[in-house]
């Protein structure tokens, strides 16, 4: 019963895209449950790609100060409210890594991310901690163009075909990408480095018949 | 299937990606003949667990509340202007028009007193004063006088050719009790001068006929009012008959 009341709800509330309509017309009503909605999407997408919270925080201002000036551009037809923001959002974090590049390091970022204490309020154990500052510490360790695919795929849980859209790029592309970047983070994640050797030795062995 | 083609499933596999059900088995049952492939198998699952456990240690960060401040300001400050320019957008509009309306009203009020003035002037220009028979208001006339006399320029220039334009002027200069015919030129050149005088005279009414005017022949012994128009020198310029 609740949940049929929860569907009807939610089919009753405003899509994005009438969210984003009645922003051109100066509706702050709509923009405050557009933000409410999508921010922290952009946020995290910020803060996984830079391991910032203050870029992060500097990349949703940004993001949706576009969206108010560029609401009007926004085209329903060539995709989701949400990867309109992604696409603003990427593009925002690109420039200022871009920018910063020369003094970003992935031990700060690491650093950084030891004192966030949104982080620690949400571990339950050490252990657990340090492993999900590792796997923080491997994603920042990749190249861009893979780190964006595996934000958006795997944390953001984005579709291949939205991906696509959103970085501007075949849908192949994304999953080649997406591929590599999983191997290069599997490797880096490793559970014991002891172990390393073996897998070595056990690739050399791997039948290609 | 060989290795290669496991390696490129087994990140699906280990995400739970939708696939076709056969392809599935068979990487599985590879995975489970190759020890290879079977540790890349467990490395992808191993990674997806972690960054499953990334994304829900994360799933509840959001941007600190100073952001929404921000927009929120930004969004105020942004609408007041936009209202703001568009009241003054509305106001500037509004002034220009009045303006311009203004500027209408000026310059058509400017055409007519022009136009009066040289109305004023003509009429001066044909009645010099000695005018004993005349029927004009002697305030006017008295008024055109003065105009004529500042304005001499304009006199002359209004009556050398006596034509079109003083032609056209003929209602102005009667009226309510007269009806008059238009000058009818009696020399060849028009020219008048500026001592030109109007003398009222009386003539047979078969006099209209030499002017190829139509009499009416009952009548004909009745006599008729006519303004003789007389050059500086005396002789007639032009003539109208008056009812």
């Known amino acids: 019963m609740t949940a049929a009341m929860n569907l009807v709800m939610k089919a009753s509330e405003p899509t994005d895209t009438e969210l984003v309509r009645r922003l051109v017309d100066g509706d702050k009503e709509a923009f405050a449950e557009l933000?409410?909605?999508?921010?922290?999407?952009?946020?995290?997408?910020?803060l996984h790609m830079s391991?910032?919270?203050?870029?992060?925080?500097?990349?949703a201002q940004e993001t949706f100060m576009v969206l108010i000036n560029k609401s009007a551009v926004y085209d329903e037809t060539k995709g989701a409210v949400n990867s309109f923001l992604l696409g603003i959002a990427r593009n925002q974090v690109l420039r200022r890594l871009r920018q910063e590049r020369p003094t970003v390091q992935v031990d700060e970022h690491h650093e950084e991310i030891d004192h966030d204490a949104s982080v620690h309020s949400h571990l339950s154990s050490f252990a657990r901690k340090e492993k999900i500052d590792a796997v923080r510490k491997a994603i920042l360790s990749l190249p861009e163009h893979y780190r964006e695919v595996v934000i958006l795929c795997e944390l953001q849980e984005v579709s291949y075909a939205e991906t696509a859209h959103i970085l501007n790029c075949a849908v192949g592309?994304?999953?080649?990408r997406l591929h590599r970047a999983r191997a290069i983070l599997a490797e880096k994640l490793e559970p014991a480095r002891d172990e390393s050797s073996t897998s070595s030795a056990l690739n050399s062995t791997r039948c290609f018949a | 299937m060989n290795c290669q083609t496991f390696s490129e499933l087994a990140g699906d596999i280990a995400r739970d990606q939708m696939m076709d059900a056969a392809v599935r088995a068979q990487a599985l049952a590879h995975a489970d003949d190759c020890i290879a492939c079977s540790v890349e198998l467990r490395a992808q699952e191993h990674l997806?667990?972690?960054?499953r456990e990334l994304a829900a240690a994360t799933k509840h960060e959001t941007a600190s509340p100073v952001v929404w401040e921000r927009l929120s300001a930004d969004f105020d400050s942004r609408t007041v202007t936009h209202l703001k320019s568009?009241?003054?957008?509305?106001?500037?509009?509004?002034?220009?028009?009045?303006?311009?309306?203004?500027?209408?009203?000026?310059?058509?009020?400017?055409?007519?007193y022009r136009e009066?003035?040289?109305v004023e002037a003509t009429i001066a220009a044909t009645f010099?004063?000695?005018?004993?028979?005349?029927?004009?208001?002697?305030?006017?006339?008295?008024?055109?006088?003065?105009?004529?006399?500042?304005?001499?320029?304009?006199?002359?220039?209004?009556?050398?050719?006596?034509?079109?334009t003083t032609r056209g002027l003929t209602p102005a200069i009667n009226q309510?009790?007269?009806?008059?015919?238009d000058f009818i030129l009696l020399t060849y050149d028009g020219e008048v001068g500026s001592e030109a005088q109007l003398v009222r005279m009386e003539l047979p009414r078969s006099a209209m006929a030499s002017f190829g005017l139509p009499v009416n022949m009952d009548r004909a012994d009745q006599r008729v009012k006519a303004d003789v128009l007389l050059g500086a020198d005396g002789l007639a310029r032009a003539i109208r008959f008056v009812q």
Do not use: C, W
């Open chain 1, 51 to 59: 391991g910032r919270p203050e870029m992060a925080d500097d990349v």
């Open chain 1, 35 to 46: 933000y409410q909605r999508r921010h922290a999407n952009i946020y995290r997408f910020a």
């Open chain 2, 176 to 181: 309510p009790k007269e009806i008059a015919t």
């Open chain 2, 48 to 51: 997806t667990s972690n960054l």
């Open chain 2, 116 to 118: 009066s003035i040289n």
């Open chain 1, 173 to 176: 592309t994304v999953r080649s």
């Open chain 2, 86 to 112: 568009s009241r003054r957008r509305g106001i500037y509009v509004a002034g220009a028009i009045a303006a311009m309306l203004i500027l209408a009203f000026g310059l058509v009020q400017i055409a007519r």
């Open chain 2, 128 to 164: 010099t004063p000695a005018l004993p028979a005349q029927t004009i208001d002697e305030r006017k006339e008295k008024n055109v006088i003065v105009a004529v006399k500042q304005r001499p320029q304009v006199v002359r220039h209004r009556l050398s050719p006596l034509s079109p």
